[in-house]
C-alpha cells in the first residue's frame, strides 16, 4: 500500500482512567476514500479511541498523524473544535445536539464564526441540505421535537456540511430503522466517492459486512488486528471481537412454541387497553413461560403498545386480568405490585440514574415494591447487588461506581438485574438488546429463553428480526401504530414479517 | 490508607470540611485565643459557655436547619425556594400572634409552633405544587411569596414588631436553665438526628436523588416524582417554621421585614458549598449543615476583624467566590490528580522497603 | 387522591391570594377609598387630598405615620382623601400624577427616594395644587412645595451624643450598630457619633452595621464581647437592634441599663423599648416622631383661610426619655406600637 494513500495514522495510543486501562498501545491505519469499520464489544474501546481522536479526551501517550496538504503531519487535538478544523467530524453514539434549538441552529452552532451568520441565510441553507438529505425535518423546527431517528440525521447532517477529510460514525444506526439505514448508506457511498475517509463503529455485523472495506478488531483496549471484510468470515470476526471461540450464536436453537393449553389461564391478558401514546385499542395475552414479541418499524408503536402495558403513560381504556383474575393497572407501580417488570426502550433516559452507583440502580425497583418506610439496609443492598453482579457477570470496578460510567452492555445488565431482581412473573424487555456488543446480545437472548424455563413470560422487542426470531414462539406485527397480525410456529419467518409490515405499504406503491 | 483517603477525597464532605478547614487555620493564626470557649455566669445566674466558637454554632443553627429542607428541594426540583426566609416571617408570625393571644406556658408554646409549622407546610406546599404539578420553574414560582411573604407576615400581626417576653421563650433562643450549651444548637443536633432517621429509616433520599437525577426512571420504577417534591417542600416547611421561631426567640420580638434577612441566600449557598449541585440529583445534607457553619464562621471572623460596615458584604463575597471556585469540577481534577501523583511517588518509595 | 391534592390546592391558593391581596391593599381600607378617587364635584365642600407614603408594613413607625394621618385626614375632619402605598419611587411617581390628574387639592408626599420628583412637583404646581411634604426631604426647589414637615434624624444623633456627654462618664468605649448602610436614619445617627470618635472624646470600640435586623445586632455584639475588648456604651441605631445587643449582653452575664455597667441606647420610641426604660434595662432612647399629620392639618386650614404660612421647612419636634426622668404615662402618649 502506497504511503501517501494514507489519510490518518494513529501509533501507540495509550489512555486511562482511573482504575480502568481503556487503551493500550493501539494502532490504527485509515486510509483515503475508504469505510473502516471500527469494532469489538463494549469496552473494547473504541469509544475511547475516537474520544481521544477528536480531542474529548487527551492522549496519555502516543502519536496521531493526519494528512495535511498531502503530507503526513503529528496533530495534537485539544478539543472537538480543533478536530473539526482539521477536519475530522463525529456523529456520536448519543444525540449530542441541542434539543431545544432549532434543527438550523444545531447545523451551525459552534462552527467558528457563526456570529456573522444570519439566521435566515442559516435557515436556508439548513432547508437545502435537508432537502438534499431527504431528512423529514423543518429547519426552524425544535430539534427535541423530532423523532430519535430524526435527530441523528440531523447530526449526521451537520457532519456531512461541514466539508471534513475524516468522518466517524459512532453507532449512527443503532436508532434508524431499515429505510433510514439505506439512506445513510447511499449517503456514506456518496461520500466515500468523493474521497472522504469514513471510520464507521457499529455493533450491526450486517450493516458491517453491506458497507466496509476494512476492519479494525479491539479487544479490551488492545489491537487484534487490521483485516479486509471480504477476507473474514462472520463467525471468525466474532471470535475475534470476543477472543473466544464462538457456538453460541449458532447454537442458540429456536424455541419450541409451549404446547398452548386452554384451560391454563394467561399470566397476563388486556381487552381494549389503550393509552395517551396507544390510542388504537388493542387486545394482548400472555401465558406462563412463554416469550412473544412485537415487531414493526420504528414508530409502529411497538414500543407504545408494551407502556401501555406497563401503564407508562397514562392508561385511557382497557380490562386487565392476571392469571384470570381482575386488577387494575394505573400507573407502572401497579403493574410493579402485579409482578411485571418493565425495561425501557431508552435506557438512558428512562433506565438508568446516571449519577447513583451500580447498586443503587440495581435495587431500586424491589425497593419501591418493598415500600417507603422499609429501606433495605446497606448489607442486604449489597448483598443483592453482589449476587446480580456475579450472575449477570457485570464489568464494574465496585457496586458503588456510578453507573453512568460502565459501558453500554453492563449499563443494560445492570438495569436487567433490577427487574430479574423483583422475581417479576412478567417480564417486558424493550431493545434490551440495542447499543451493546454481540456478547452481550447473546447472553441476554440465553438469559430470556432461561427464564421462560423457569416459567416467567416474556415480551421481547428488538430492531433486529434475527433475535426475535431466534427466542420468540409468537410475534405481533405491528403498523401504523395498529396490529397487523400474529405469527407463531413455521409462519414466523423473516420473509412473512417483511411482508405483514410492508403490506399495505406496497399495496400503496 | 490510600484508599480511605481517595475515597475521601473523592467524598462529596471534602471541599466543604477543607473550606472550613482553611477559615479555622486562619482564624488561629490571626488570633490564637479565637475559638476558645470561656464559662460565663449569664444575668439571670446561670453558668454557661461563650466564645467565638458558640456563636457561630448558635448563630448559624437557622440557616442550617434552612439548609436542610433546600437541601431535598434543590435535590429533588433541580432548582431553589428563594422563598424560605419570608416563609420564615409568616411562620414567625402566627408563632408571635398564637403566643400574644394567649398566657405563655409550655403547651401555648407547642400549639404556636405547631401552628407555625401548619402555616408554613402549607406555603411551602404552596410553592411545592407550583414546581411539582404544574411545573413552574422553582425559582419562578417560589418569587410569589418571595415578595409577598413580609406584607402576609405583616398582615398576620397587624403591627410592625410586636414583642412577646417569657422566661419560656428565653430558654429557646437562649439556654434553659442549667444546660450551658445555647438551646439553638440542641434543637439544630436534634434536628440533624431527626433528618438523620428519617433518611435511615425510610427511602426518602434514594427516592429524591433518583427524581432528581432521572424523572423518567423515577417514574417507570413505581415512584411517584410529584409527591417526592411535595414531600421535600414540606420537610422544607417544618424546617422553615422552625428556624423562624428559633430566630423569634432570641430577641422575643418579630420584626417581618427584617427577620432572616437576605437569608435564602446564606441557605442557598450553604447548599451549593455543602457538595449538592444546584442542579439537582445527589445530595449530601450534611454538606449544606457544613456550609451554613462555615458562611456564619465567615461573618463572624469579619466582626472580629472589625472590617468597615459597607465592604462587609464585598469581603463575604470574595471569600464565598474563592470557596465556589475551589469546588469546581476543574480544580477538584485538578486536585485529583495532585494526590494521585503524590501518592504515587510514596508508593513507588514504599515497594523497596517491602521488598528489604 | 387527586380531588384532595385539588382541594389542598385550592385552599392555599386562596389562603395565599386573600393574604397576597389584603396585606397590600390594607390602604384600599383606609377610609377613603380608591373609588374616591374619581373626579367628583360632589366632594360638597370637603378638601381633596391625595396622600403618597411608604406602606404601613415598612416599619413599626411607618404604621404608627400611616394611623396617624387616618386619624387626622378623614371625613369627620373636612377632607377627601386618596391614598397610595408603595416602596418604589416610581410607583410613586405614577400615583402622585395620576391624583394631579384627578384634581385633588393637596398632595402629600413622603418620597421613597429623593430623587425624580421636579417634573410631577412643576406639574402640581401648574396644575394649582398645592404640595407638602412630610417625614422626609426630596431633592427638589424649594418654590415647588408650600412646606415640609421633616424628621431631623441628625438632630436625634445629637440629642443622643449630647445626653452622653452630659453623663461625664470617666470614659466612653462605644460599640456602634447601624442601621442599613445609605439609609436617611443611618447616615443622620451615624454622623454626630462619628464626631465625637473623631474629636477623641469618645472611642470606637466596633463600628458595624446590622442593616436593621435584631438577631444580627446580637451577634455583633457577642462577637465584640468575645473579642475581650472593654466598652460601656452601646449605641444602636433603632430599639430593634438595641434589644439584639442586650440579649447579648445578658448571655455573657454583662450588667446594662441604669445601674449596669453598660450604657444602652436606642431610637424610635417604641412601647416596649420606652418600658425597657421605665424598667432600667435601657438607660436611653431617643423619638422618632412619626406624628406629622396635626402640623399639616394646622397649615393646610391656614391655607384655606388665606393666610401665608410662616415656615418652609418645619422640623417636627423630637425628644428623648433616659431612665431617671421617664414615666408611665410618657410611654401611652408618645410610645408607638404596643
Same mark, same amino acid.
Given at each position: 500500500?502506497?504511503?501517501?494513500?494514507?489519510?490518518?495514522? /494513529?501509533?501507540? /495510543?495509550?489512555?486511562?482512567?482511573?482504575?480502568?486501562?481503556?487503551?493500550?498501545?493501539?494502532?490504527?491505519?485509515?486510509?483515503?476514500?475508504?469505510?473502516?469499520?471500527?469494532?469489538?464489544?463494549?469496552?473494547?474501546?473504541?469509544?475511547?479511541?475516537?474520544?481521544?481522536?477528536?480531542?474529548?479526551?487527551?492522549?496519555?501517550?502516543?502519536?496521531?498523524?493526519?494528512?495535511?496538504?498531502?503530507?503526513?503531519?503529528?496533530?495534537?487535538?485539544?478539543?472537538?473544535?480543533?478536530?473539526?478544523?482539521?477536519?475530522?467530524?463525529?456523529?456520536?453514539?448519543?444525540?449530542?445536539?441541542?434539543?431545544?434549538?432549532?434543527?438550523?441552529?444545531?447545523?451551525?452552532?459552534?462552527?467558528? !464564526?457563526?456570529?456573522?451568520?444570519?439566521?435566515?441565510?442559516?435557515?436556508?441553507?439548513?432547508?437545502?441540505?435537508?432537502?438534499?438529505? !431527504?431528512?423529514?425535518?423543518?429547519?426552524?423546527?425544535?430539534?427535541?421535537?423530532?423523532?430519535?431517528?430524526?435527530?441523528?440525521?440531523?447530526?449526521?447532517? &451537520?457532519?456531512?456540511?461541514?466539508?471534513?477529510?475524516?468522518? /466517524?460514525?459512532?453507532?449512527?444506526?443503532?436508532?434508524?430503522?431499515?429505510?433510514?439505514?439505506?439512506?445513510?448508506?447511499?449517503?456514506?457511498?456518496?461520500?466515500?466517492?468523493?474521497?472522504?475517509?469514513?471510520?464507521?463503529?457499529?455493533?450491526?455485523?450486517?450493516?458491517?459486512?453491506?458497507?466496509?472495506?476494512?476492519?479494525?478488531?479491539?479487544?479490551?483496549?488492545?489491537?487484534?488486528?487490521?483485516?479486509?471484510?471480504?477476507?473474514?468470515?462472520?463467525?471468525?470476526?466474532?471470535?475475534?471481537?470476543?477472543?473466544?471461540?464462538?457456538?453460541?450464536?449458532?447454537?442458540?436453537?429456536?424455541?419450541?412454541?409451549?404446547?398452548?393449553?386452554?384451560?391454563?389461564?394467561?399470566?397476563? $391478558?388486556?381487552?381494549?387497553?389503550?393509552?395517551?401514546?396507544?390510542?388504537?385499542?388493542?387486545?394482548?395475552?400472555?401465558?406462563?413461560?412463554?416469550?412473544?414479541?412485537?415487531?414493526?418499524?420504528?414508530?409502529?408503536?411497538?414500543?407504545?403498545?408494551? &407502556?401501555?402495558?406497563?401503564?407508562?403513560?397514562?392508561?385511557?381504556?382497557?380490562?386487565?386480568?392476571?392469571?384470570?383474575?381482575?386488577?387494575?393497572?394505573?400507573?407502572?407501580?401497579?403493574?410493579?405490585?402485579?409482578?411485571?417488570?418493565?425495561?425501557?426502550?431508552?435506557?438512558?433516559?428512562?433506565?438508568?440514574?446516571?449519577?447513583?452507583?451500580?447498586?443503587?440502580?440495581?435495587?431500586?425497583?424491589?425497593?419501591?415494591?418493598?415500600?417507603?418506610?422499609?429501606?433495605?439496609?446497606?448489607?442486604?443492598?449489597?448483598?443483592?447487588?453482589?449476587?446480580?453482579?456475579?450472575?449477570?457477570?457485570?464489568?464494574?470496578?465496585?457496586?458503588?461506581?456510578?453507573?453512568?460510567?460502565?459501558?453500554?452492555?453492563?449499563?443494560?445488565?445492570?438495569?436487567?438485574?433490577?427487574?430479574?431482581?423483583?422475581?417479576?412473573?412478567?417480564?417486558?424487555?424493550?431493545?434490551?438488546?440495542?447499543?451493546?456488543?454481540?456478547?452481550?446480545?447473546?447472553?441476554?437472548?440465553?438469559?430470556?429463553?432461561?427464564?421462560?424455563? $423457569?416459567?416467567?413470560?416474556?415480551?421481547?422487542?428488538?430492531?433486529?428480526?434475527? $433475535?426475535?426470531?431466534?427466542?420468540?414462539?409468537?410475534? /405481533?406485527?405491528? &403498523?401504523?401504530?395498529?396490529?397487523?397480525?400474529?405469527?407463531?410456529?413455521?409462519?414466523?419467518?423473516?420473509? !412473512?414479517?417483511?411482508?405483514?409490515?410492508?403490506?399495505?405499504?406496497?399495496?400503496?406503491? | 490508607?490510600?484508599?480511605?483517603?481517595?475515597?475521601?477525597?473523592?467524598?462529596?464532605?471534602?471541599?466543604?470540611?477543607?473550606?472550613?478547614?482553611?477559615?479555622?487555620?486562619?482564624?488561629?493564626?490571626?488570633?490564637?485565643?479565637?475559638?476558645?470557649?470561656?464559662?460565663?455566669?449569664?444575668?439571670?445566674?446561670?453558668?454557661?459557655?461563650?466564645?467565638?466558637?458558640?456563636?457561630?454554632?448558635?448563630?448559624?443553627?437557622?440557616?442550617?436547619?434552612?439548609?436542610?429542607?433546600?437541601?431535598?428541594?434543590?435535590?429533588?426540583?433541580?432548582?431553589?425556594?428563594?422563598?424560605?426566609?419570608?416563609?420564615?416571617?409568616?411562620?414567625? @408570625?402566627?408563632?408571635?400572634?398564637?403566643?400574644?393571644?394567649?398566657?405563655?406556658?409550655?403547651?401555648?408554646?407547642?400549639?404556636?409552633?405547631? @401552628?407555625?409549622?401548619?402555616? @408554613?407546610?402549607?406555603?411551602?406546599?404552596?410553592?411545592?405544587?407550583?414546581?411539582?404539578?404544574?411545573?413552574?420553574?422553582? +425559582?419562578?414560582?417560589?418569587? #410569589?411569596?418571595?415578595?409577598?411573604?413580609?406584607?402576609?407576615?405583616?398582615? #398576620?400581626?397587624?403591627?410592625?414588631?410586636?414583642?412577646?417576653?417569657?422566661?419560656?421563650?428565653?430558654?429557646?433562643?437562649?439556654?434553659?436553665?442549667?444546660?450551658?450549651?445555647?438551646?439553638?444548637?440542641?434543637? +439544630?443536633?436534634?434536628?440533624?438526628?431527626?433528618?438523620?432517621?428519617?433518611?435511615?429509616?425510610?427511602?426518602?433520599?434514594?427516592?429524591?436523588?433518583?427524581?432528581?437525577?432521572?424523572?423518567?426512571?423515577?417514574?417507570?420504577?413505581?415512584?411517584?416524582?410529584?409527591?417526592?417534591?411535595?414531600?421535600?417542600?414540606?420537610?422544607?416547611?417544618?424546617?422553615?417554621?422552625?428556624?423562624?421561631?428559633?430566630?423569634?426567640?432570641?430577641?422575643?420580638?418579630?420584626?417581618?421585614?427584617?427577620?432572616?434577612?437576605?437569608?435564602?441566600?446564606?441557605?442557598?449557598?450553604?447548599?451549593?458549598?455543602?457538595?449538592?449541585?444546584?442542579?439537582?440529583?445527589?445530595?449530601?445534607?450534611?454538606?449544606?449543615? #457544613?456550609?451554613?457553619?462555615?458562611?456564619?464562621?465567615?461573618?463572624?471572623?469579619?466582626?472580629?476583624?472589625?472590617?468597615?460596615?459597607?465592604?462587609?458584604?464585598?469581603?463575604?463575597?470574595?471569600?464565598?467566590?474563592?470557596?465556589?471556585?475551589?469546588?469546581?469540577?476543574?480544580?477538584?481534577?485538578?486536585?485529583?490528580?495532585?494526590?494521585?501523583?503524590?501518592?504515587?511517588?510514596?508508593?513507588?518509595?514504599?515497594?523497596?522497603?517491602?521488598? @528489604? | 387522591?387527586?380531588?384532595?391534592?385539588?382541594?389542598?390546592?385550592?385552599?392555599?391558593?386562596?389562603?395565599?391570594?386573600?393574604?397576597?391581596?389584603?396585606?397590600?391593599?390594607?390602604?384600599?381600607?383606609?377610609?377613603?377609598?380608591? =373609588?374616591?378617587?374619581?373626579?367628583?364635584?360632589?366632594?360638597?365642600?370637603?378638601?381633596?387630598?391625595?396622600?403618597?407614603?411608604?406602606?404601613?408594613?415598612?416599619?413599626?413607625?411607618?404604621?404608627?405615620?400611616?394611623?396617624?394621618?387616618?386619624?387626622?385626614?378623614?371625613?369627620?375632619?373636612?377632607?377627601?382623601?386618596? =391614598?397610595?402605598?408603595?416602596?418604589?419611587?416610581?410607583?410613586?411617581?405614577?400615583?402622585?400624577?395620576?391624583?394631579?390628574?384627578?384634581? %385633588?387639592?393637596?398632595?402629600?408626599?413622603?418620597?421613597?427616594?429623593?430623587?425624580?420628583?421636579?417634573?410631577?412637583?412643576?406639574?402640581?404646581?401648574?396644575?394649582?395644587?398645592?404640595?407638602?411634604?412630610?417625614?422626609?426631604?426630596?431633592?427638589?426647589?424649594?418654590?415647588?412645595?408650600?412646606?415640609?414637615?421633616?424628621?431631623?434624624?441628625?438632630?436625634?444623633?445629637?440629642?443622643? %451624643?449630647?445626653?452622653?456627654?452630659?453623663?461625664?462618664?470617666?470614659?466612653?468605649?462605644?460599640? *456602634?450598630?447601624?442601621?442599613?448602610?445609605?439609609?436617611?436614619?443611618?447616615?443622620?445617627?451615624?454622623?454626630?457619633?462619628?464626631?465625637?470618635?473623631?474629636?477623641?472624646?469618645?472611642?470606637?470600640?466596633?463600628?458595624?452595621?446590622? =442593616?436593621?435586623?435584631?438577631?444580627?445586632?446580637?451577634?455583633?455584639?457577642?462577637?465584640?464581647?468575645?473579642?475581650?475588648?472593654?466598652?460601656?456604651?452601646?449605641?444602636?441605631?433603632?430599639?430593634?437592634?438595641?434589644?439584639?445587643?442586650?440579649?447579648?449582653?445578658?448571655?455573657?452575664?454583662?450588667? *446594662?441599663?441604669?445601674?449596669?455597667?453598660? %450604657?444602652?441606647?436606642?431610637?424610635?420610641?417604641?412601647?416596649?423599648?420606652?418600658?425597657?426604660?421605665?424598667?432600667?434595662?435601657?438607660?436611653?432612647?431617643?423619638?422618632?416622631?412619626?406624628?406629622?399629620?396635626?402640623?399639616? *392639618?394646622?397649615?393646610?386650614?391656614?391655607?384655606?383661610?388665606?393666610?401665608?404660612?410662616?415656615?418652609?421647612?418645619?422640623?417636627?419636634?423630637?425628644?428623648?426619655?433616659?431612665?431617671?426622668?421617664?414615666?408611665?404615662?410618657?410611654?401611652?402618649?408618645?410610645?408607638?406600637?404596643?
Amino acid at each position: 500500500m502506497m504511503q501517501n494513500d494514507i489519510v490518518l495514522s /494513529i501509533r501507540n /495510543i495509550c489512555k486511562s482512567f482511573p482504575g480502568v486501562r481503556a487503551l493500550q498501545n493501539v494502532d490504527f491505519t485509515l486510509r483515503k476514500g475508504e469505510i473502516h469499520a471500527l469494532m469489538g464489544e463494549n469496552g473494547a474501546g473504541k469509544s475511547t479511541l475516537i474520544k481521544v481522536l477528536t480531542g474529548v479526551y487527551p492522549k496519555d501517550s502516543g502519536q496521531i498523524f493526519l494528512d495535511i496538504n498531502g503530507g503526513l503531519k503529528e496533530i495534537n487535538v485539544k478539543s472537538p473544535h480543533e478536530a473539526q478544523s482539521l477536519g475530522i467530524s463525529t456523529v456520536y453514539q448519543e444525540i449530542t445536539l441541542c434539543p431545544n434549538l432549532t434543527v438550523a441552529e444545531n447545523m451551525f452552532i459552534g462552527r467558528g !464564526n457563526y456570529r456573522f451568520v444570519s439566521w435566515r441565510s442559516m435557515k436556508k441553507k439548513t432547508a437545502e441540505i435537508l432537502k438534499k438529505l !431527504n431528512i423529514p425535518a423543518r429547519a426552524a423546527q425544535q430539534l427535541g421535537t423530532c423523532s430519535i431517528a430524526v435527530q441523528q440525521m440531523v447530526a449526521i447532517a &451537520r457532519a456531512v456540511d461541514m466539508e471534513c477529510k475524516v468522518l /466517524i460514525f459512532d453507532e449512527p444506526t443503532s436508532s434508524l430503522d431499515e429505510q433510514e439505514v439505506e439512506k445513510l448508506f447511499s449517503l456514506m457511498r456518496e461520500l466515500k466517492s468523493r474521497g472522504v475517509s469514513i471510520i464507521f463503529i457499529t455493533h450491526f455485523l450486517d450493516q458491517m459486512y453491506e458497507i466496509s472495506d476494512r476492519v479494525t478488531v479491539l479487544r479490551n483496549g488492545e489491537l487484534v488486528g487490521e483485516y479486509e471484510v471480504k477476507d473474514l468470515p462472520r463467525v471468525q470476526l466474532i471470535s475475534k471481537m470476543m477472543g473466544k471461540d464462538l457456538d453460541d450464536v449458532s447454537t442458540l436453537q429456536k424455541r419450541k412454541l409451549p404446547d398452548e393449553k386452554t384451560d391454563v389461564l394467561p399470566v397476563y $391478558e388486556a381487552v381494549g387497553l389503550s393509552s395517551t401514546s396507544c390510542p388504537n385499542a388493542f387486545d394482548f395475552k400472555i401465558s406462563k413461560g412463554e416469550v412473544n414479541g412485537f415487531t414493526g418499524l420504528l414508530g409502529s408503536g411497538r414500543s407504545e403498545s408494551v &407502556r401501555a402495558i406497563f401503564a407508562a403513560d397514562r392508561i385511557t381504556g382497557g380490562k386487565i386480568k392476571i392469571n384470570g383474575k381482575d386488577v387494575k393497572i394505573k400507573k407502572p407501580k401497579d403493574a410493579m405490585k402485579r409482578g411485571i417488570g418493565y425495561l425501557p426502550e431508552d435506557r438512558k433516559r428512562d433506565g438508568i440514574v446516571e449519577d447513583l452507583s451500580v447498586r443503587e440502580n440495581i435495587i431500586l425497583a424491589l425497593q419501591v415494591m418493598k415500600g417507603f418506610f422499609r429501606p433495605f439496609s446497606r448489607a442486604e443492598a449489597e448483598a443483592f447487588a453482589d449476587e446480580y453482579i456475579k450472575l449477570l457477570g457485570i464489568k464494574t470496578a465496585s457496586m458503588d461506581t456510578p453507573i453512568k460510567s460502565l459501558s453500554g452492555g453492563n449499563q443494560q445488565k445492570a438495569i436487567l438485574a433490577r427487574w430479574l431482581l423483583t422475581n417479576p412473573q412478567y417480564l417486558i424487555l424493550d431493545e434490551p438488546t440495542r447499543g451493546i456488543d454481540v456478547g452481550t446480545k447473546v447472553e441476554i437472548q440465553k438469559l430470556i429463553l432461561k427464564l421462560a424455563e $423457569e416459567g416467567v413470560s416474556v415480551t421481547f422487542i428488538s430492531s433486529e428480526i434475527e $433475535e426475535m426470531l431466534r427466542t420468540c414462539s409468537r410475534l /405481533i406485527v405491528m &403498523r401504523d401504530r395498529k396490529a397487523v397480525g400474529e405469527l407463531k410456529g413455521d409462519d414466523m419467518t423473516q420473509d !412473512n414479517i417483511m411482508h405483514m409490515i410492508a403490506g399495505e405499504a406496497v399495496q400503496n406503491a | 490508607m490510600r484508599d480511605v483517603l481517595k475515597k475521601f477525597a473523592r467524598s462529596q464532605l471534602v471541599i466543604p470540611l477543607f473550606s472550613l478547614l482553611l477559615i479555622v487555620i486562619f482564624n488561629l493564626i490571626r488570633d490564637v485565643e479565637f475559638f476558645s470557649i470561656n464559662i460565663v455566669t449569664n444575668n439571670q445566674g446561670y453558668r454557661v459557655l461563650s466564645g467565638n466558637l458558640i456563636s457561630i454554632l448558635n448563630g448559624a443553627s437557622a440557616v442550617a436547619i434552612m439548609s436542610i429542607g433546600m437541601t431535598l428541594i434543590t435535590s429533588s426540583c433541580k432548582g431553589q425556594d428563594i422563598s424560605v426566609a419570608a416563609v420564615a416571617a409568616i411562620a414567625g @408570625s402566627v408563632f408571635v400572634s398564637v403566643l400574644r393571644s394567649n398566657e405563655i406556658t409550655i403547651p401555648v408554646i407547642i400549639l404556636a409552633f405547631l @401552628s407555625s409549622c401548619l402555616v @408554613s407546610v402549607l406555603f411551602s406546599t404552596f410553592n411545592g405544587i407550583l414546581v411539582a404539578v404544574f411545573k413552574i420553574q422553582p +425559582m419562578i414560582a417560589t418569587l #410569589i411569596l418571595f415578595s409577598a411573604g413580609r406584607s402576609i407576615a405583616y398582615w #398576620i400581626n397587624g403591627g410592625a414588631t410586636p414583642t412577646i417576653s417569657s422566661p419560656l421563650l428565653a430558654s429557646i433562643g437562649g439556654f434553659i436553665p442549667g444546660i450551658p450549651i445555647p438551646t439553638p444548637i440542641i434543637i +439544630m443536633v436534634l434536628f440533624l438526628v431527626l433528618i438523620s432517621l428519617v433518611l435511615r429509616f425510610t427511602t426518602l433520599g434514594l427516592y429524591t436523588q433518583v427524581v432528581g437525577i432521572n424523572e423518567g426512571t423515577a417514574h417507570l420504577n413505581g415512584i411517584n416524582p410529584v409527591w417526592v417534591k411535595l414531600i421535600a417542600f414540606m420537610i422544607s416547611g417544618i424546617c422553615v417554621a422552625t428556624a423562624g421561631n428559633i430566630t423569634v426567640c432570641r430577641i422575643g420580638l418579630i420584626n417581618h421585614e427584617t427577620l432572616l434577612l437576605d437569608a435564602e441566600m446564606d441557605v442557598i449557598l450553604s447548599v451549593a458549598i455543602g457538595g449538592t449541585a444546584l442542579s439537582g440529583g445527589k445530595f449530601n445534607l450534611y454538606g449544606s449543615v #457544613i456550609g451554613a457553619y462555615i458562611i456564619q464562621a465567615l461573618t463572624v471572623t469579619l466582626y472580629a476583624m472589625k472590617v468597615p460596615s459597607a465592604a462587609v458584604k464585598a469581603y463575604k463575597a470574595i471569600v464565598i467566590i474563592l470557596i465556589v471556585v475551589i469546588s469546581s469540577p476543574l480544580v477538584k481534577e485538578f486536585a485529583a490528580n495532585l494526590i494521585n501523583k503524590l501518592f504515587k511517588k510514596q508508593a513507588g518509595a514504599k515497594i523497596p522497603m517491602k521488598a @528489604s | 387522591m387527586k380531588k384532595f391534592l385539588a382541594l389542598i390546592l385550592v385552599a392555599v391558593l386562596a389562603l395565599g391570594l386573600a393574604a397576597c391581596t389584603a396585606a397590600p391593599s390594607t390602604p384600599a381600607q383606609t377610609p377613603s377609598d380608591t =373609588t374616591s378617587k374619581t373626579p367628583a364635584d360632589t366632594s360638597g365642600g370637603l378638601i381633596k387630598v391625595g396622600i403618597v407614603n411608604n406602606p404601613p408594613s415598612e416599619s413599626g413607625y411607618r404604621a404608627a405615620n400611616v394611623a396617624d394621618f387616618e386619624r387626622v385626614f378623614n371625613e369627620a375632619n373636612g377632607y377627601k382623601v386618596s =391614598t397610595f402605598y408603595s416602596l418604589k419611587n416610581d410607583e410613586q411617581l405614577n400615583a402622585a400624577q395620576q391624583f394631579i390628574t384627578d384634581g %385633588v387639592d393637596y398632595l402629600l408626599i413622603s418620597a421613597a427616594a429623593t430623587d425624580g420628583w421636579t417634573n410631577v412637583l412643576q406639574n402640581a404646581k401648574n396644575a394649582g395644587v398645592k404640595v407638602f411634604l412630610f417625614d422626609r426631604m426630596m431633592n427638589v426647589d424649594q418654590s415647588l412645595f408650600e412646606a415640609a414637615v421633616i424628621s431631623d434624624m441628625k438632630a436625634q444623633g445629637k440629642m443622643a %451624643v449630647q445626653w452622653l456627654l452630659d453623663q461625664k462618664l470617666p470614659e466612653y468605649n462605644v460599640v *456602634h450598630i447601624q442601621g442599613a448602610m445609605g439609609s436617611d436614619a443611618q447616615i443622620g445617627r451615624t454622623e454626630p457619633l462619628n464626631e465625637q470618635f473623631e474629636k477623641g472624646t469618645m472611642k470606637c470600640v466596633v463600628q458595624q452595621t446590622a =442593616t436593621w435586623d435584631e438577631a444580627t445586632a446580637k451577634q455583633i455584639v457577642e462577637s465584640v464581647i468575645n473579642s475581650g475588648e472593654k466598652f460601656n456604651v452601646i449605641y444602636a441605631e433603632n430599639d430593634g437592634m438595641a434589644r439584639g445587643a442586650v440579649a447579648a449582653l445578658d448571655e455573657a452575664g454583662i450588667t *446594662h441599663g441604669k445601674n449596669g455597667d453598660v %450604657v444602652i441606647i436606642g431610637f424610635d420610641f417604641n412601647k416596649w423599648a420606652l418600658r425597657e426604660v421605665l424598667a432600667g434595662n435601657w438607660n436611653l432612647d431617643v423619638q422618632c416622631s412619626p406624628f406629622q399629620a396635626e402640623r399639616i *392639618h394646622q397649615m393646610i386650614q391656614d391655607l384655606e383661610a388665606g393666610k401665608t404660612l410662616s415656615e418652609k421647612i418645619v422640623i417636627n419636634e423630637e425628644r428623648y426619655f433616659d431612665a431617671a426622668t421617664i414615666t408611665e404615662a410618657d410611654i401611652d402618649k408618645y410610645g408607638i406600637g404596643d
